[in-house]
Protein backbone atom coordinates (compact mmCIF):
# COMPACT_ATOMS: atom_id res chain seq x y z
CA UNK A 1 0.00 0.00 0.00
CA UNK A 2 1.70 3.08 -1.12
CA UNK A 3 1.91 6.54 0.87
CA UNK A 4 1.50 6.89 4.45
CA UNK A 5 -1.25 4.70 6.66
CA UNK A 6 -4.53 5.99 6.74
CA UNK A 7 -6.01 8.09 9.62
CA UNK A 8 -8.86 6.73 11.78
CA UNK A 9 -11.94 7.70 10.80
CA UNK A 10 -12.52 8.46 14.69
CA UNK A 11 -9.50 10.45 14.72
CA UNK A 12 -10.44 11.97 11.54
CA UNK A 13 -13.81 13.07 13.38
CA UNK A 14 -11.86 14.15 16.81
CA UNK A 15 -9.54 16.31 15.09
CA UNK A 16 -11.46 17.59 12.71
CA UNK A 17 -11.60 16.54 8.61
CA UNK A 18 -9.24 18.62 7.19
CA UNK A 19 -9.21 17.42 3.77
CA UNK A 20 -13.00 17.53 3.59
CA UNK A 21 -13.05 14.01 2.13
CA UNK A 22 -15.72 11.88 3.01
CA UNK A 23 -15.19 9.65 6.24
CA UNK A 24 -15.87 6.05 5.01
CA UNK A 25 -17.88 3.37 7.23
CA UNK A 26 -16.14 1.08 8.88
CA UNK A 27 -18.25 -2.43 9.35
CA UNK A 28 -19.84 -2.79 11.99
CA UNK A 29 -20.99 -6.42 13.04
CA UNK A 30 -22.84 -7.07 16.29
CA UNK A 31 -20.27 -5.99 19.30
CA UNK A 32 -20.48 -9.39 21.65
CA UNK A 33 -17.22 -11.55 23.27
CA UNK A 34 -17.28 -14.58 21.66
CA UNK A 35 -16.55 -17.67 23.83
CA UNK A 36 -12.86 -18.96 24.41
CA UNK A 37 -12.04 -21.87 22.05
CA UNK A 38 -12.13 -25.24 23.94
CA UNK A 39 -8.82 -25.75 22.02
CA UNK A 40 -7.05 -22.97 23.40
CA UNK A 41 -5.17 -24.84 26.77
CA UNK A 42 -2.27 -22.60 27.37
CA UNK A 43 -2.76 -20.67 30.04
CA UNK A 44 -1.40 -17.50 28.81
CA UNK A 45 -3.14 -17.32 25.91
CA UNK A 46 -6.70 -17.89 28.14
CA UNK A 47 -5.55 -15.29 30.39
CA UNK A 48 -4.48 -12.79 27.42
CA UNK A 49 -8.27 -13.78 26.18
CA UNK A 50 -9.72 -12.92 29.33
CA UNK A 51 -7.41 -9.61 29.43
CA UNK A 52 -8.14 -8.17 25.94
CA UNK A 53 -11.97 -9.19 25.47
CA UNK A 54 -13.37 -6.69 27.72
CA UNK A 55 -11.44 -4.09 26.13
CA UNK A 56 -12.69 -5.02 22.86
CA UNK A 57 -15.73 -4.71 23.78
CA UNK A 58 -16.28 -1.93 25.62
CA UNK A 59 -14.55 -0.63 22.57
CA UNK A 60 -16.86 -2.36 20.14
CA UNK A 61 -14.23 -3.65 17.87
CA UNK A 62 -14.90 -7.66 19.03
CA UNK A 63 -17.58 -10.21 17.54
CA UNK A 64 -18.26 -13.57 16.92
CA UNK A 65 -16.57 -13.48 13.62
CA UNK A 66 -13.31 -12.55 15.75
CA UNK A 67 -13.32 -15.91 17.47
CA UNK A 68 -9.96 -17.30 15.94
CA UNK A 69 -8.29 -14.37 14.72
CA UNK A 70 -8.26 -13.05 18.25
CA UNK A 71 -7.60 -17.38 19.23
CA UNK A 72 -4.36 -16.92 16.98
CA UNK A 73 -3.12 -13.59 18.59
CA UNK A 74 -3.69 -14.76 22.03
CA UNK A 75 -1.55 -17.99 21.15
CA UNK A 76 1.36 -15.68 18.96
CA UNK A 77 1.28 -13.75 22.65
CA UNK A 78 1.72 -16.82 24.67
CA UNK A 79 4.43 -17.93 23.01
CA UNK A 80 6.14 -14.55 23.27
CA UNK A 81 5.89 -14.86 27.41
CA UNK A 82 6.98 -18.47 27.11
CA UNK A 83 10.18 -17.35 24.92
CA UNK A 84 10.77 -14.07 27.09
CA UNK A 85 10.50 -16.42 30.31
CA UNK A 86 13.07 -19.02 28.80
CA UNK A 87 15.21 -16.17 27.66
CA UNK A 88 15.76 -14.97 31.49
CA UNK A 89 17.97 -17.76 32.07
CA UNK A 90 21.43 -16.05 30.32
CA UNK A 91 22.07 -19.84 29.14
CA UNK A 92 19.52 -20.04 26.91
CA UNK A 93 19.86 -16.95 24.97
CA UNK A 94 22.41 -18.12 22.77
CA UNK A 95 23.36 -21.85 21.65
CA UNK A 96 26.91 -22.87 21.12
CA UNK A 97 27.06 -25.33 18.04
CA UNK A 98 29.87 -27.08 15.79
CA UNK A 99 29.88 -23.89 13.68
CA UNK A 100 30.34 -21.37 16.89
CA UNK A 101 27.54 -19.36 18.81
CA UNK A 102 24.03 -18.91 17.44
CA UNK A 103 20.80 -17.17 18.10
CA UNK A 104 19.04 -19.69 20.13
CA UNK A 105 15.62 -21.26 19.38
CA UNK A 106 14.21 -18.91 22.18
CA UNK A 107 15.46 -15.89 20.28
CA UNK A 108 14.17 -16.54 17.26
CA UNK A 109 10.86 -17.72 18.58
CA UNK A 110 10.65 -14.55 20.55
CA UNK A 111 10.93 -12.49 17.33
CA UNK A 112 8.64 -14.86 15.58
CA UNK A 113 5.91 -14.20 17.82
CA UNK A 114 6.26 -10.73 17.51
CA UNK A 115 6.07 -10.44 13.77
CA UNK A 116 3.14 -13.22 14.43
CA UNK A 117 1.71 -10.22 17.11
CA UNK A 118 1.84 -7.58 13.97
CA UNK A 119 0.15 -9.46 11.66
CA UNK A 120 -2.89 -10.10 13.32
CA UNK A 121 -2.99 -6.80 14.78
CA UNK A 122 -2.65 -5.21 11.02
CA UNK A 123 -4.61 -8.15 9.33
CA UNK A 124 -7.97 -8.61 11.47
CA UNK A 125 -8.60 -4.67 12.79
CA UNK A 126 -6.63 -4.58 15.75
CA UNK A 127 -4.97 -1.63 15.16
CA UNK A 128 -6.69 1.95 14.54
CA UNK A 129 -5.22 1.78 11.16
CA UNK A 130 -5.86 -1.49 10.29
CA UNK A 131 -9.65 -0.72 11.26
CA UNK A 132 -9.72 2.03 8.25
CA UNK A 133 -8.50 -0.18 5.67
CA UNK A 134 -11.69 -2.77 6.32
CA UNK A 135 -13.74 0.48 5.27
CA UNK A 136 -16.69 0.55 3.17
CA UNK A 137 -18.56 2.64 0.61
CA UNK A 138 -18.79 6.41 1.96
CA UNK A 139 -21.64 8.02 3.77
CA UNK A 140 -24.04 10.76 2.10
CA UNK A 141 -22.75 14.20 3.29
CA UNK A 142 -26.58 14.49 4.71
CA UNK A 143 -25.26 11.49 6.93
CA UNK A 144 -22.16 12.57 7.86
CA UNK A 145 -22.55 15.59 8.72
CA UNK A 146 -25.89 14.20 11.16
CA UNK A 147 -23.04 12.12 12.50
CA UNK A 148 -20.31 14.72 13.16
CA UNK A 149 -23.17 16.69 15.09
CA UNK A 150 -24.18 13.84 17.10
CA UNK A 151 -20.17 13.17 17.76
CA UNK A 152 -19.36 16.75 18.95
CA UNK A 153 -22.57 17.24 20.85
CA UNK A 154 -21.35 14.30 22.72
CA UNK A 155 -18.12 15.40 23.02
CA UNK A 156 -19.43 18.61 24.50
CA UNK A 157 -21.35 16.86 26.85
CA UNK A 158 -18.56 14.20 28.30
CA UNK A 159 -16.95 17.81 29.00
Known amino acids: MPGP ?3 PAELR ?11 PDVPKPKVKIPKCPTGMKNKDARAEWRRVTPELERLGLISSLDVYALAGYCTAVAMYL ?20 TTSAWKR ?20 AARVRLATAPKSKTDQANEDEAFRNKRTAEG
Not at 13 to 22: C, E, F, H, I, Q
Not at 111 to 127: N, Y
Request: hydrophobic share 35%; charged share 25%.
Open 82 to 101: QAMRELDDPAKSIQIGRTGA
Open 5 to 7: RPI
Open 13 to 23: LVNGNASKRPI
Open 109 to 128: QLDESLKQIRQFCAEFGLSP
